[in-house]
């Protein structure tokens, strides 16, 4: 594995990173600058399912103005309580209504109001009813949350990014942005950089940018998750996990 031994490389790459955020998920770039939703289950939740193929928005639009309907009908600041969600799992229309948003999942099947009523009740059916758990989240728990239509892969690692919880797939995303910022510097060693380096140099990144981490990863990972580059890596890699 390549890790930096001197100052003035770690410099180089900090640079390296830096130029390549503000080249394609620059801060002016990206809505996705925000740290995402620790504590806060039944909001982590929301986001995920309603950011899914939808433009993000801005501070009180999009995804986040949901999120103040949400926070305004509930009347309190914490929201981690998934029961809250999964009460209205008999009466489809009620959280429609109240997030005033009647978008559907993908495949149409029902509407995200719906799904995440559907999603809150499943995911406490397996032992998942507020952030702290999902710190202990595993196969049986998602298989559980993909099974239900509209909701996949992708929902359930945005939730898990908002929570804080870094899954394996999530770390893949974080290190492919960070190697395809340094394969100038190193080329093909850029794919081999530790994983404990690359959390380094984002941390580096966020305090140079002036943000915290959790933005910056998140915006990161968005990014990641679109990139034609990383999906080549990602099946790059698991070919080399079979061999």
Known sequence: ??????????????????????SVASQSRSPHWTPGWRGESEVALLDAIFSARAPYGGPSTGVRAVIGRWRAHRGDDRLDDLTTLAELSSDPDALVEILSNRQFVPGNSRTKGAAAAVAAQTLI????????????????HFDAFRAIPGLGETT????????????????????????DALEPLHHELAADI?????????????NALDTDLASLEHAVWRYQHKSPRAKQRHSESEVRSAG
């Open 1 to 22: 594995m390549y890790s930096s031994v001197t100052d003035i490389c770690a410099s180089k790459e900090l640079d390296a990173v830096l130029l390549h955020i503000d």
């Open 125 to 140: 059916s397996v032992g998942l009813s507020c952030s702290a758990d999902f710190a202990s989240h595993d196969k049986h």
């Open 156 to 179: 359930w690692e945005c939730m898990l990014m908002h929570l804080g919880v870094r899954t394996e797939k999530a770390n893949r995303h974080l290190h492919s942005f960070v190697a």
């Open 194 to 206: 530790a994983e404990d380096h690359c959390a380094l140099i984002l941390a580096a990144a966020a």
